[in-house]
């Protein structure tokens, strides 16, 4: 079996002991062992400007203020070097920081120069600092107003509407615009924070709070952090607003404004059971805590990964935890993605399609094999209706790519799981989990590659030549398309409703049944019934089945998508309602795009509507619907 140089370029920081930050608590004293970095050619990031084997980042230590007037977050980070004595530059990641000076230790100013500015693609300029013999230094600095991760929201955007709030969102390359440090996945470093922020803010973020706040007697407390483990800075993360608190089970909670706090309580309440089925499945939760939070629903994804902190959209709250597969996937990040990660972002799939894979085990264990094998066949449906659209054999449908991953979630989500489900149904479940539990384990809190895990499956997992031929594993993960031996989703999963669809299809008869379908059922339905519909079928399937009034946003998404891509009038006032209240760009993206597929119908619709929710939507959902409208 093939090697390959997929070396671990392990370096031990001593100097970093020497030159802890003296800002912190604590500051990771822990840390005389720096988490490795990969040398390897499929390994190098093209989206960060760091040289990381000169001279690279360990530690980073925040002081940062929350100014929501000014919108402006300002203070220092103070950056643990670990460098070859010679090496005399530091490059650092940054877009549109306001750098006011850099020193050293001993507060003398150290020459830096800001490169110029890749204006496509958010990768920014480089910050090359002259560090001579400086192994900590220090960055005053502030984030500019715009900064592509943050999101400042007035009052009103908020569901108490009496307070500001702020959240970022780092992943993938965002974090560069408000905290100065090495942007890549494949560069971990412990971190601290000390943030302040007025009364009577709380402030979360993706490191253990350490005491209690302090007030500071000028209306401001100070909060502080700390994240003892080496992580990618993308999963640096921060919110702030007024919020509670609620415990689920003994180190496991939830966050949200206090009138939105029963409903989220409610809907995650399984959390503390998934982490003890997925601690089960595939070793230790390593992370200590285990807390969420639901954010306003500006927030542009479903959910991001923060360790110790889940960042969740309020939108899944359905009232009957129908979505909360979301949380499944939030917390399996904590092995897939958070302790081993992507090294690049071409190699996506390793952190997306192992996590939906180990999700819908999770949603097994805690909910059921009939649940999981839905929300499976749901995913096969999606990857077949994308290799529908733009060819069985299209480039970019491979896993590891080089570029972005642009198909959504078909490819490095759903594709990646059928991988693993495939893999699973040839070498059987107990040797499939034992596989992957060794994965996690010894590649924990160190960075991976396609390849490292092509490499590692045909050394601990494949036990033939004949197996390795029924595996096809250079297929699955470096071929586009899907490979002849999927394992296709159990056809039974969906019968009574596919028998509804085919009934309605020829038949236009509304299933009966409906009201008591599982969402996952409704949504097939919803996806299944013909594209083109009359308004008097529309008006029909609504009223029989409920669809504008559903308090399923998944549900109402659906409904919205087929009603305007048939021109459906009654429908547009609902699409204006619902991309005003919400900002997932899941969402938002999709109506905007159907709106402007519709032409002369569409396209005044969609340019009225987004002239007046634009201000509200952070600027990753900002970024995609500009791109749509901006089409000819
Ligand atoms: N890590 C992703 C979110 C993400 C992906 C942010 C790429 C930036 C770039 C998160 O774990 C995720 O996959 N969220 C999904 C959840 C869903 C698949 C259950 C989402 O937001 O819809
Ligand atoms: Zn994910």
């Known amino acids: 079996m093939r ?7 392990i370096l031990l ?26 040398t390897s050619p499929e390994a190098v990031d093209t989206l960060t400007y760091a040289k990381p084997q000169i001279a690279r980042v360990t530690h980073v230590a925040l002081d940062l203020d929350l100014d929501f007037a000014a919108r402006r977050v300002a203070g220092s980070a103070q950056l643990s070097v670990l460098a070859a004595k010679d090496a005399d530059e530091l490059i650092l990641d940054s877009n549109g920081l306001l750098i006011e000076r850099i020193t050293d230790s001993a507060g003398r100013d150290l020459a830096f120069t800001v490169g110029e ?50 959240f970022s969102q780092g992943q993938a390359i965002l974090n560069r615009t408000w905290i100065p440090t090495q942007d890549s996945p494949g560069i971990r470093q412990t971190w601290e924070a000390r943030i302040t922020a007025p ?18 007697g000028d209306g401001r407390r100070a909060f502080r952090f700390l994240m003892d483990k080496p992580v990618p800075p993308y999963l640096i993360a921060i919110a702030a607003g007024d919020i509670d608190f609620k415990a689920i089970g003994p180190r496991t909670g939830v966050w949200a404004e206090p009138s939105v ?7 995650v309440a399984d959390t503390e059971e998934m982490v003890v089925a997925a601690e089960a499945l595939y070793g230790e939760y390593r992370w200590g805590r285990y807390d969420m939070i639901v954010l306003p629903p500006a927030f542009p994804y479903g959910g991001m990964e923060n360790p110790v902190m889940t960042f969740l959209t309020p939108t ?22 958070n302790l081993v990660t992507n090294a690049v972002w071409g190699d996506s799939w390793l952190n997306e399609g192992v996590t939906t894979y180990f999700e819908n085990r999770i949603v097994e264990a805690v909910y059921g094999k009939k649940r999981a094998q839905q929300e499976a066949a749901l995913m096969f449906a999606n990857i077949e209706e994308v290799l529908g659209e733009v060819g069985a054999d299209a480039p970019g449908t491979a896993l590891s790519t080089e570029g972005e991953y642009e198909l959504g979630s078909a490819i490095a989500y759903d594709k990646g799981a059928f991988f693993l489900l495939t893999v699973e149904n040839i070498v059987g479940r107990e040797r499939f989990d034992a596989w992957l539990r060794q994965w996690f384990d010894n590649h924990a809190f160190e960075p991976a590659t396609s390849e490292m895990f092509y490499e590692d499956m045909m050394e601990n997992l494949v036990a033939s030549e004949r197996e390795a031929k029924a595996l096809m594993l250079r297929e699955w993960i470096f071929e586009p398309g899907l490979p002849s031996n999927v394992a296709k989703p159990d056809p039974s999963a969906f019968s009574e409703v596919d028998a509804a669809v085919s009934d309605y299809a020829r038949m236009q008869t509304i299933p009966a049944a409906y009201p008591g379908w599982t969402a996952a059922e409704q949504m097939r339905f919803l996806d299944s ?68 597929d519709q032409g002369d119908w569409g396209r005044p619709v969609a340019q009225r509507i987004y002239a007046k929710t634009r201000d509200n939507y952070h600027s990753v959902t900002r970024a995609g619907v500009d791109r749509i409208l901006a089409a000819e």
């Open 3 to 9: 090697r390959i140089a997929a070396t671990l370029t």
């Open 13 to 38: 920081a001593t100097t970093a002991c020497q030159t802890m930050p003296q800002s912190g608590t604590s500051a990771a004293e822990g840390a005389t062992l720096a988490a490795p970095i990969l």
């Open 117 to 166: 500015t890749e204006v496509e693609g958010g990768k920014g300029a480089p910050l090359s600092i002259a560090i001579g013999d400086a192994r900590s230094i220090r960055i005053d600095y502030r984030a500019p107003q715009d900064a592509s991760a943050l999101q400042w929201l007035t009052p009103q955007q908020t569901s108490g509407g009496e307070h500001p709030y702020l």
């Open 199 to 216: 009364k009577p803010l709380d402030v979360v973020m993706s490191g253990v709070q350490q005491g209690e706040p302090e007030d500071l």
């Open 261 to 267: 706090l029963e409903n989220a309580y409610q809907e």
């Open 316 to 337: 899944f709250i359905a009232g009957d935890r129908s979505n909360n597969g979301l949380v499944a996937h939030e917390l399996a990040h904590s092995w897939s993605g």
């Open 529 to 596: 019934v013909p594209a083109e519909l009359p308004a008097s079928q529309l008006a029909a399937l609504d009223t029989a089945l409920g669809l504008s009034d559903t308090g399923n946003n998944e549900i109402l998404f659906l409904w919205l998508e087929m009603a305007l891509e048939n021109r459906y009038e009654p429908a547009v006032p609902q699409a204006e309602e619902f991309l005003a209240r919400v900002g997932r760009a899941k969402f938002v993206r999709p109506l905007f795009q159907v709106l402007w």
